[in-house]
Nanobody, 126 residues
Framework: QVQLVESGGGLVQAGGSLRLSCVAS????????MGWFRQAPGKEREFVAG????????DATDSVKGRFTISRDNAKNTVYLQMNSLKPEDTAVYYC???????????????????WGQGTQVTVSS
């Protein structure tokens, strides 16, 4: 069992930055690829960014490439999402998720993931 707890959300003006953190319980964090997803009101949950177990491979959805960076620190059981140049359309609840998978895999679909956090609200004002 893995428990995920996100933090770092909040209200920020357009153009600003936030860093989300997600801390995982347990001693097997490095066995999981990690992903960030988001869900805006009235919209489906969407993949934002993912990172492989060792951090050597990352990917992000096109709308955030060049603005968001995913990283992880396996010694701290933590995955991060650095969000720069935020836009009002980035407003959503952001969730981290854990996927037990092979060393270089990244999951892009939410239904692949094994564990989810409770979410943290990000609101970007114009």
């Amino acid at each position: 069992q893995v428990q995920l707890v996100e933090s770092g959300g909040g209200l920020v003006q357009a153009g600003g930055s936030l860093r989300l953190s997600c801390v995982a319980s347990g001693r097997t964090f490095s066995s999981y690829a990690m992903g960030w997803f988001r869900q805006a009101p009235g919209k489906e949950r969407e993949f934002v960014a993912g990172i492989s177990r060792g951090g050597g491979r990352t990917d992000a959805t096109d709308s955030v490439k060049g603005r968001f960076t995913i990283s992880r620190d396996n010694a701290k059981n933590t995955v991060y999402l650095q969000m720069n140049s935020l836009k009002p359309e980035d407003t959503a609840v952001y969730y981290c998720a854990a996927l037990r998978t092979s060393l270089i895999n990244i999951g892009y679909r939410g239904n692949e993931y094994d564990y989810w956090g409770q979410g943290t609200q990000v609101t970007v004002s114009s």
